[in-house]
């Protein structure tokens, strides 16, 4: 399959996963980037739940990313809370009912069924191969990979459990499953 094939099949299920999110959305009564907003704080871990984090990961601006956080926040989608040690910094946590709501939209139930045609090791190797090219695009682009801790080079573990390098805090294995706005994959050298 060559690049352009590859773009095109890309840009063709991206359009369709939009098409679907502004299906199941109007249902809510949301707009896709209100899904994507949950979809992300479903996600992400504690370093990363901020108004900074969902607008790196949505590469949008902070002001547009307030507008739609007071929408969810006014839906009772999500709760914003302080930061027990630095008060200026405020979490956004998604509540049982937009963790409810999200279950229902994400995945795309178009995808959930045609993968589950497919037989699960090609599911697997598509996933790996998505994977790197996400990984390989990001690179390219210098973006931030937001990966889960336990893919990352700052991630420590030791008989006592897990750290993080970069923070010094200790990470529960519920931590090292979600995704991190600081995650950056092992160098080369470090194997």
Known sequence: MSISQVHTALERLSNLL?????????????LPVQLEVLHYLYQCNRYSDTVQGVSEY????????????KVLDSRGLLRKQPDTKDRRLV?????????KLLVNVVP????????????????????????????????????????????????ESS?????????????????IERICREHQYPLASEG
């Open 18 to 30: 939009r098409v679907e999110a502004r299906m199941q959305g109007s249902v809510e009564g949301l």
């Open 58 to 69: 949505l590469g949008q601006t902070k002001g547009t990313v307030s507008q739609t956080l």
């Open 91 to 99: 979490h956004l946590r998604i509540t049982a009912k937009g963790e």
């Open 108 to 155: 795309a139930r178009f995808l959930v069924e045609a993968l589950d045609s497919k037989p699960a090791r090609e599911t697997e190797r598509l996933a790996e191969d998505l994977k790197d090219l996400l990984r390989a695009a990001q690179a390219a682009r210098r973006m931030k990979t937001f990966g889960a801790c336990k893919t990352c080079r700052f991630n």
């Open 159 to 175: 008989q006592s459990g897990f750290r993080c390098g970069l923070t010094g805090e200790s990470l529960t294995i519920p931590d």
